[in-house]
């Protein structure tokens, strides 16, 4: 199978990734699940190189060369943009790509709460997405991105590592900077942030203290910011930022969180009952009680806030899943796999 009948299949199947690792199948991910489209044979290295090195520009064979992994984005004719990570394992070479979808769909399209329309009209201030690695929140974050481009006249700047989602200025004047292509490093795009004018940045990882300090300055400093982190709940979204600061400069951080965070999002893409997927959301608005907890370092506390809060907006995941295990979308072996807390889900169901 060549590249572009690959890469071809992934589109006409809906496909979310694929996988090129020598000593296994060619394997792509459909509804979270993998499977071989060209049969049970493993790749050599030499058939895993030829696809990967068949969408590489020669600079980027060499840089693959020096640094052993890089990170792009792949536009395949008009047919689709896949974000690509190649890497090397038991030397030799290996990708996944991620299709990227070339429609962005809205909020409604993607059935996610109707209260995250009201991030949209945020001044200023954090909104955080959180989950493992293809929960589909850069597609959650690009139909916000999106509808803000739609319905306001504001600067939007994304600073990603690569650019996904390509976006087409409506009311909105965008900028999309790649790290690697239009900058040479996060930490350098986001201070270059501050002079570039922007109401809403897009921050495409939240990746280790400086670009967590620098996001957090950008937050604090009247911009409303949108980024992402490999976090769980909102409790552990909140350590994870304080704890990656020195102990001396813990307390001062999470002053700054109780001020600026907005929202926190933590989302999981679930399998429904006829086919494809949906996202399950448990979200934290910023209030009070919560702002104090922050301050406090009582974020263990704030599970019980977000449960006795859903009259303001707050959801807790396991009221989420049933939710949909009530609309009939996912069924309760699913809404029992995917609960944060399954002890909660089964309160919640009388079992």
Known sequence: MQMTDL??????????????????????????VLSFPAGPTPLNREQAASLIFSILSPAQKQLLETQKEIDLAYQFLQQGRFRVSVYQQMESYAAALRLIPDQILSIDELNLPKIFHSFTNYGQGLVLFTGPTGEGKSTSLAAIINEINQTDSRHILTIEDPVE??????????????????????????????RSDPDVVLVGEMRDLETIALTLTLAETGHLVFATLHTNTAAQTINRIVDVFPSHQQAQVRQQLSTVLQAVVSQRLVPKIHGGRIAAVELMLNNAAIANLIRENKVYQIDNVIQNSAATGMILIENHLIDLMNQKLISKETAIAKAFRTNELLRLLGN
């Open 7 to 32: 890469l071809q299949f992934a589109i006409d199947n809906q496909a979310s990734d694929i996988h090129l690792v020598a000593g296994s199948p060619l394997s792509v991910r459909i509804n979270g």
């Open 165 to 194: 989602f390509v976006y087409h200025s409506m009311r909105s004047v965008i900028s999309q900077r790649e790290v690697g292509k239009d900058t040479k490093a996060w930490q350098a795009a986001l201070r270059s942030a501050l």
